[in-house]
């Protein structure tokens, strides 16, 4: 079945970086856009980026104004997300997830659990 | 980016059926029919309801419903059940790639 893990979470001071990993299994990576997601404590679900099946394609929410990076590793089977400048308005469960297809245009059909960044000093 | 429109609340009582509206603009949910529906239980990830507008997953119970209409999509769940009780979100597609969630709307079973 599909799994996607997250690691990479914790506590971090503000003004510092953080990378997150998101480790699949129980499909073919290399097919399937993927996105980061993120929830603040108590609060909605904010998209944060997306990147195609083939890492030509990469967009992210205007609000993070380039502090983030979406990128994956076909070797390892892993989507990554790279916080840098870190503010502790970024504080939130940062969700993986699987598109329903290739592209970017594609929405999310899988979810991971979750990793919890929390930015403050 | 602004959020979609969501309510904050409905409620229903067993059996009867309730419908969350999620209104956005030309530029999203009026230009595309890539919006998405998630239910969400606390403590849980979301779960894909819904998508491109009006397709379930499998596994998912034909009581939800997914439509739209100009600028707001809606979803629509039949037969209330204690365990729909959850936050829904919606999800659409915008302009230059992006995507952009609703606020959400907690729906309580009364």
């Known amino acids: 079945q599909v799994q996607l893990v997250e690691s990479g979470g914790g506590v971090v001071q503000p003004g510092r970086s953080l990378r997150l990993s998101c480790t699949v299994s129980g499909f073919t990576f290399n097919n399937y856009g993927m996105h980061w997601v993120r929830q603040a404590p108590g609060k909605g679900l904010e998209w944060v980026a997306v990147i195609s099946y083939d890492a030509s394609k990469r967009y992210y929410a205007d609000s993070l104004k380039g502090r983030f990076t979406i990128s994956r590793d076909y070797s390892k089977n892993t989507l990554y997300l790279q916080m840098d400048s870190l503010r502790a308005d970024d504080t939130a469960v940062y969700y993986c997830?699987?598109?329903?297809?290739?592209?970017?245009?594609?929405?999310?059909?899988?979810w991971g659990q979750g990793a919890l960044v929390t930015v403050s000093s | 980016q602004s959020a979609l429109t969501q309510p904050a609340s409905v409620s229903g009582s067993p059996g009867q059926s309730i419908t969350i509206p999620c209104t956005g603009t030309?530029?999203?949910?009026?230009?595309?029919?890539?919006v998405s529906w998630y239910q969400q239980h606390p403590g849980e990830a979301p779960k894909l309801m819904i998508y491109d507008v009006i397709y379930r997953p499998p596994g998912v119970s034909n009581r939800f419903s997914g439509s739209k209409s100009g600028n707001t999509a809606s979803l629509t769940i039949s037969g209330l059940q204690a365990e729909d009780e959850a936050d829904y979100y919606c999800i659409s597609y915008r302009d230059s790639s992006l995507w952009v969630f609703g606020g959400g709307t907690k729906l309580t079973v009364l």
């Open positions: 997830a699987r598109a329903l297809s290739y592209g970017s245009e594609s929405s999310i059909e899988y």
């Open positions: 030309s530029s999203d949910i009026g230009g595309y029919n890539y």
